[in-house]
Every structure is written in structure tokens, then in C-alpha cells.
């Protein structure tokens, strides 16, 4: 069995989660963009693409993008945002006509 976290790494822990989950992005730190040759998404296992304008690496296969925070990228799908829905597939006029 575990055993539990000291006071003081609860707090360290707290602080880490509040500066990951910030809404405001932070430039202080730039991304490093060599970690791109190895880093992918953990969801399509595809290459992700960095776009330097909103801080976040795209994945371009799913449509989401991951925050980066402090020049550190946050891959956890939950903390992703949709950058496009999924496409409807479109009617190709090959249904029937009713009434033929």
C-alpha cells in the first residue's frame, strides 16, 4: 500500500495542477520545437503540429489541440480543445427519390 503524500507535496502538487490548468498561456518559456521528432498524441499516435500563434500542438488527425504551459505540453486528452468538429458525411445524391 501507498503511503500518503506529505502536506507539503499535496501543495506542490496543487500549485503544479493550478499552473498546468491556467487559462492564461504562458510565453515565459518558449516550446522547445525538437521535441517534436518525438513527441506524438497519446490518443492517434500520429505527429503533432506546434502552432507558435496559440501556444498548442495540434493533432491534425483528430482535430484537437493540447496547451503548451510554461514550454511544457500538456498531452492529457481531457485538458485538449476540438479545433474542428468531425465532418457529416454529405449527401452524394445517390439516395432514392421518393415517390418514383
Known sequence: MAAPMSRGA??????FRRL???SVPSRSQEFDTKMLEILVCLLSKK???YDPE????????????????N??????PEDARIV???EEPQDNGTEETKGQ
Open 10 to 15: 499535496s501543495r506542490i502538487s496543487l500549485i
Open 20 to 22: 498546468l490548468h491556467s
Open 47 to 49: 505527429a503533432l503540429r
Open 54 to 69: 496559440k501556444n498548442e500542438l495540434v493533432s491534425d488527425e483528430l482535430g484537437v489541440a493540447y496547451p503548451i504551459v
Open 71 to 76: 514550454g511544457i505540453p500538456n498531452l492529457i
Open 84 to 86: 474542428k468538429e468531425p
